[in-house]
């Protein structure tokens, strides 16, 4: 992991429109009759011809592109006292993500799937979002506002390897940073029974998880904690426990660290199972990462309380939010 001061993929066919090609079968009356017939089809093979060759060289056919080589990317608001946040690309346009992660509210981005990032290195500037401003301001939109840059880093994106930025501390402090982790996701599959698992602190002290089994959410730790001592800013290697089993599920308990003090829960969803396609009827359905869905991948984000009076969204106490790192294979 990395504080910032900063697959192959299925080919796009892309179908243009389809070209007409007119043919003339009128021709001048002082011709005789066999004349005008050689005549009129000499027209219409030059034309079949032209038809033809057009085919092949018309920019407006089929075109295969193969999309350039990328990394993947999210970002995860975190900062407690302040309103919501545009985290944008500024050097570049193809090929990475431009409104997936723009008016992000505190607590934010984990419900946003990972996305391309073109291979390079890229400038990366967060800025206020427009859904801070007012319906006062023109068109609801306050220049001032939305032009106010709160961090501003360039960062390197690898082929094949994903990222994610969590951006955090105080901005009324001015001290609102990255931190970056770089996401090596463990190879499972749909026939491993095991689901992936880990865990990223920033609140201010270290912390305990604890993934407590039941059909129900849980409201308090019980048996060993599978990841200890989370200390502030850090994130644990993946784990890979066993699927839940049946219609149990897993609640991830969070506690200060060497206490049963719960700090924040949440279920894991159950998840859904792959549904093969109905002949003559509807496609197949892939499935969706849960507690239950071998080859599962999650992360846990554990947040600190928003600061009373800002234009963060009001959270009382510390939470726990996933992200769903990787769905589950077809099996």
Do not use: W
């Not at 006292?81 to 984990?110: K, M």
């Amino acid at each position: 992991m990395a504080a910032a001061t900063g697959r192959s993929h299925p080919r796009i066919q892309v179908i243009g429109d389809i070209r007409k090609v007119s043919e003339y079968s009128k021709y001048s009356n002082t011709f005789d009759s066999e004349s005008v017939m050689n005549l009129h089809r000499y027209f219409l093979l030059s034309a079949t011809i032209g038809a033809l060759a057009a085919c092949g060289s018309d920019s407006s056919g089929p075109v295969f592109k193969t999309p350039a080589a990328a990394g993947l990317v999210r970002f995860i608001n975190a900062v407690p006292d302040t309103g919501f946040q545009d985290f944008r690309f500024t050097d570049v346009v193809d090929d990475v993500p431009n409104v997936e992660f723009v008016n992000l509210p505190f607590r934010g981005g984990t419900n946003v799937a990972f996305q391309r990032a073109v291979v390079g290195t890229h400038h990366i500037r967060v800025f206020m979002g427009s859904s801070n401003t007012t319906t006062g301001s023109p068109n609801g939109f306050d220049p001032i506002v939305v032009s106010t840059v709160m961090a501003d880093t360039s960062f390197s994106f690898a082929q094949d390897v994903a990222y994610t930025f969590v951006f955090y501390g105080s901005a009324r402090a001015a001290a609102q940073k990255f931190l970056i982790t770089t996401d090596a996701r463990p190879a499972l599959t749909a026939t491993s029974a095991t689901i992936g698992f880990r865990a990223t602190n920033v609140t201010a002290g270290p912390v305990d998880v604890y993934l407590v089994p039941g059909a129900t959410a849980a409201t308090a730790a019980s048996g060993t904690p599978v990841i200890t001592g989370l200390a502030s800013l850090a994130t644990s290697a993946y784990l890979t426990p066993a699927v839940a089993g049946g219609t149990d599920g897993y609640t991830v308990v969070v506690t200060d660290a060497g206490t049963t003090t719960v700090a924040a829960t949440i279920l894991i969803p159950p998840g859904a199972a792959f549904v093969p396609a109905v002949p003559g009827g509807a496609g197949a359905l892939d499935p969706l990462a849960g507690s239950r869905q071998s080859g599962s991948i999650f992360s846990a984000y554990i947040f600190p309380p928003s600061v009373a009076g800002s234009k963060a969204p009001v959270f009382a106490n510390r939470g726990v939010s996933l992200t769903i790192d990787k769905n589950p294979p077809r099996p």
